[in-house]
């Protein structure tokens, strides 16, 4: 196969195998870092499943559908991390939009700190909630067929979604169209460094990890690669979302736990209603502090669930 990034070819396998057992490889460039799934879907049919099938297969309860308003409570306990990362970058007077927004849970907090936000979202059921969640433009269509301006954001985030495009260098190229000259771009992806992929012996997870929805698996490398590509330039972060707890489920029983909700909040161990407050008080400080000292160790490593991109649109070569 070859690679979409560096144009090396790539002969190594690192899954034949995905979540729900379907046989299908994962490609690794090890020139660039990018991981690529072997997939024939055309754009037309990627459309297609993102509207009518992604949220009864990917839920945050396994294999339950899920409706936008419980996706907008389970998804909104992870999106102080995202402001923490992005606030100074943001400014009272700017436009910002949001790339596969779902139903709106980053909008919803990150409106405040700018003058306008808007969104997009193949799903059009979350598209609608976001809009009236968030009382601004949300469209449910696609990248190319925009009813936004030229040039008209100073900012455009997407989180868990350049891996779901058919070609993240043509999408970087497409969105780009819609920011300011040094306007700023926010990228955040599955890091395929992730400690339960790379450190711990899980093949359950290694299973599960890799799934048909994610067409590319990026590493910091790839990830700094395909940016400068596009003539961005900026700096990668690694953050973790979920928590130690959801990692020691995982380390224990190889196995997901049956809710997302408690491993993406404040980590909580479950004590009986009759335990003394203070003495609940004291159990849940020392599983915190064990957990913000062990996303700092997976920070320093490089071995974060998430990879982001911050940069900004360079204009030696703007293509527009
Ligand atoms: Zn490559």
Redesign the pocket.
């Known amino acids: 196969m070859k690679?979409?990034?560096?144009?090396?070819n790539?002969k190594e396998v690192i899954a034949d195998k995905l979540r729900y057992g379907e046989a299908r490889k994962v490609y690794h460039?090890?020139?660039?870092?990018?991981g690529m799934l072997q997939d024939s879907r055309t754009e037309k049919e990627l459309k297609s499943f993102y509207n009518r099938n992604y949220r009864k297969k990917f839920t945050p309860k396994l294999n339950q559908a899920s409706n936008p308003k419980e996706l907008f409570e389970v998804y909104s306990n992870f999106q102080s991390t995202r402001i923490k990362l992005i606030r100074k970058f943001l400014k009272k007077d700017m436009k910002l939009l949001e790339i596969g927004c779902s139903a709106g849970m980053f909008l919803f907090q990150v409106k405040k700190y700018v003058r306008e936000v808007a969104g997009i979202d193949y799903d059009s059921k979350s598209a609608n909630f976001a809009s009236q969640k968030c009382s601004c433009r949300v469209f449910s269509d696609c990248i190319d067929n925009l009813k936004f301006k030229k040039e008209e954001f100073d900012i455009i985030c997407m989180f868990q979604v350049l891996e779901h495009t058919k070609n993240p260098v043509k999408f970087i190229e497409e969105v780009s169209k819609y920011l300011k000259p040094k306007g700023i771009i926010y990228i955040e992806v599955p890091n395929l460094n992730d400690a339960l992929i790379s450190a711990y012996n899980l093949p359950n997870h290694y299973n599960f990890y890799f799934h048909s929805a994610h067409l590319w698996y990026f590493t910091a490398k790839?990830l700094l690669?395909l940016m400068r590509k596009n003539n961005f330039k900026g700096k990668v972060y690694f953050t973790q979302d979920y928590n130690i707890l959801n990692h020691m489920h995982w380390i224990s029983a190889d196995g997901p736990q049956s809710n997302c909700l408690p491993g993406l909040s404040q980590p909580e161990f479950r004590l009986r209603d009759k335990f003394p407050s203070d003495k609940k008080k004291k159990f849940n400080a020392f599983i915190q502090k064990m957990d913000s000292e062990y996303k700092k160790i997976l920070t320093e490593l490089g071995i974060t669930s998430n990879l982001s991109f911050i940069g900004q649109k360079s204009n030696s070569r703007s293509k527009n």
């Not at 690679?3 to 090396?8: F, K, V, W, Y």
């Not at 460039?29 to 990018?34: A, I, P, V």
């Open positions: 690679c979409l990034l560096c144009g090396e790539t460039c090890n020139n660039c870092g990018l790839s690669g």
